[in-house]
């Protein structure tokens, strides 16, 4: 049936006036200083697979539960904020931070941006909420300063995972392997099948600190590990040697183009059958997932070789910088990032496990229920390369050796090395 112009013209007019008085709200609000609509800008490095994803659904709940807000997705590419740090670094540093950003819980976050007295402390969110025992004590403790909480932590990611590609393992009569001689052996019989065995990608170098991370606690056990960061372990001993010389053999089965390759590449790799394995924390699982690969069907996992019972630990949080631009609308994202509901949304799609302990397992796939048992039973490393372990100067000093050893191989000059870093740094 045709309405007559005259009629359809009123209807028409109805619908843009009650689209303009159900809209109003929102323009009030943004007006509410007489200015733009209100903007929460979250800086981030979540811009591969997985992570893309991840952040995207906390958005989408941000969104609808607060409408009148426009959400600024500050990403900077680059694997471990490779490149965000420093960005983030000189915006703090010129006083124009954005309302939120990503920080590692540990050193990363407390060293730097708290020591400097550039966060404001968000105990009350935890306190406000109830959720003081929502979040285990050792991770609370490493958040803290002076009895204060300074960020949320959002997960818990795996750091010592060895990826694998289960078509090559199959057709290769292939088990993953359990230590460094295994390890060794198995890249020898995918090498004489002319399969490279394991994809690297550093071209950002923190991929490489990644792989040292997971070989020196293979080689001298978690407690040892632990002691580097600490003092208590010698960084000239046998042990420091003996990784460098496994990590150099490693090399010499690592895809060609490694340096120019990003860890997400790397992945790729594996999931194309370039190469039948990688060494990525379980953001790799976001990545593979973001594919659509699943669990156990095209990709396998099992804990770097040797580091069985080891979970090397790291968080992703978010603080509240002092200054923030809309304070308010950060303290309800801070708010969202630490809700069982923004955590159960988050991490099935990041490949993380949350940092709630009561969230909901049925959520999380086969992987990050195997994680979550792991991180309950094993013992709990902190990661170096993704900020835990120790404070960012010593990262960074770890970071150029290994940016010279990749290259020359030389496990005297990069032990010398490593041995002086940690005598500066080491408190
Ligand atoms: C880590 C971060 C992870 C993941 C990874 C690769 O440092 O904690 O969430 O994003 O970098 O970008």
Known sequence: MKLPRSRRRAAALIVLVSALILAAPLFAAGNREGSLPRRLEIFSWWTAGGEAEGLAALFDIYRWKYPTIFLINAT??????????????????????????????????????????????????????GWLNKFPRGLIDI????????????????SNVLWYNRRIFTANG????????????????????????????????????????????????????????????????????????????????????????????????????????????????????????????????????????????????FGLPR??????????????????EGQDAFNPKKGSIPSRTDCDRALYDEYQQSAMDSYRSETIIPSVTHGAAAAEGWLASIQDIMAGFVCDLNVDKASVSLAQAAARHVR
Request: charged content about 20%.
């Open 76 to 129: 900077v590419a680059g694997g471990a904020g490779s490149n965000a740090k420093s960005v983030l670094a000189t915006r703090m540093q010129g006083g124009n931070p954005p309302d939120s950003f990503q920080v590692h819980a540990g050193h990363e976050l407390i060293d730097s941006w708290v020591a400097a007295g550039k966060m404001e402390p968000v105990t009350f969110i935890f306190r406000d909420n």
């Open 174 to 317: 292939l088990v993953p392997p359990r230590s460094l001689d295994e390890l060794d052996r198995v890249c020898q019989i995918l090498a004489r099948k002319g399969i490279t065995p394991l994809a690297l990608g550093d071209n950002g170098i923190w991929a490489s600190v990644h792989l040292l991370e997971s070989v020196l606690v293979g080689t001298m056990g978690p407690e040892k590990f632990k002691g580097l960061w600490t003092g208590e372990t010698r960084w000239d001993g046998p042990e420091i040697r003996a990784a460098l010389r496994s990590f150099a053999r490693i090399m010499g089965y690592v895809n060609s183009d490694h340096a120019a390759l990003s860890w997400d590449g790397a992945v790729q790799y594996v999931i194309d059958g370039k190469c039948a394995m990688t060494v990525m924390g379980d953001w790799a699982e976001g990545y593979f997932k973001a594919k659509g690969l699943t669990p156990n069907r095209e990709y396998g996992w099992a804990p770097f070789p040797g580091t069985q019972g080891s979970f090397i630990m790291l968080s992703d949080s």
């Open 143 to 158: 958040i803290s300063f002076k009895g204060e909480i300074y960020s949320v932590p959002l997960n818990i990611h795996r």
């Open 323 to 340: 200054g923030a631009p809309d304070r308010d609308a950060a303290v309800n994202w801070l708010t969202l990032a630490a809700s069982r």
